[in-house]
């Protein structure tokens, strides 16, 4: 089976743009959460999505947001793009929320000039 | 609030020698305890996890682990280590009534030199 998918790979965007990241859960997931991994420091959450409603956000501005479609795939859009919005953004699936085990994707390297 | 620290930034080791990284957390309610690795230019792959029940939690690739409540910690182990293990390791938490928000480590760069 595949394995949770991230569309793109790499991303280079200019400061004041937007861009939209997008992420597949492993069959059957319904849960998906995003994470911002800046270079040299651990992931940081930016929101969980289970059937299609928000459950958790974390301490990011409003220039993030994300939705979650009915085939439970996800999109992660950020708005006015700053230089420190440079990082590594990762997807990740569980089976339901409450479940132990995320599996995390490649990852979308985005970097804004 | 829970943090997790990694005191560690960076461990050299030499090949089939011992290692040990530490992360201890921080927190007011009970957590769940999670090491993941990832290798360069990929995402992150579970490596072991504490739940419940014995403290001492053995995962993938050889590494246990031991949750140690009164020091609140929850160091990785691996009595010999291979080229192949040179990563970048997470030690993560997640709460107990919330258990998608992980909350992750700065991170600890295992270098395995030959």
């Known amino acids: 089976d595949a394995g949770v998918t991230q569309s793109p790979t790499h991303l280079i965007k200019t400061r004041g743009q937007h861009v939209t990241l997008r992420c597949s859960p492993i069959?059957?997931?319904?849960?998906v959460s995003w994470y911002q991994q800046v270079l040299g420091q651990g992931p940081q959450f930016i929101f969980q999505y289970y059937e299609k409603e928000e459950r958790g956000r974390g301490n990011f501005p409003d220039r993030f947001s994300a939705r979650q479609f009915p085939n439970y795939s996800s999109e992660l859009n950020v708005n006015a793009l700053l230089l420190g919005d440079s990082a590594l953004y990762l997807c990740?699936?569980?089976?339901?929320?409450?479940?132990?085990?995320?599996?995390f994707g490649p990852g979308t390297r985005l970097t804004v000039l | 609030a829970q943090s997790v620290t990694q005191l560690d930034s960076q461990v050299p080791v030499f090949e089939e020698a011992p290692v040990e990284l530490r992360c201890n957390y921080s927190s007011s309610v009970s957590v769940y305890l999670f090491w993941y690795v990832q290798y360069p230019n990929q995402g992150l792959q579970l490596l072991l996890k504490?739940?419940?029940?014995?403290?001492l939690v053995k995962g993938i690739n050889g590494f246990e682990a031991e949750f140690n409540k009164s020091q609140t910690s929850f160091h990785l182990r691996k009595p010999s280590v291979h080229i192949s293990d040179t990563a970048e390791y997470f030690c993560?938490?997640?709460?107990?009534?919330?258990?998608?928000?992980?909350?992750f480590g700065s991170g600890t760069k295992l270098n395995v030199k030959p």
């Open positions: 069959s059957g997931h319904k849960s």
């Open positions: 504490y739940l419940s029940g014995s403290t």
């Open positions: 990740a699936s569980s089976l339901a929320e409450g479940t132990d085990t995320q599996y």
């Open positions: 993560a938490v997640s709460l107990l009534y919330n258990f998608n928000k992980f909350y």
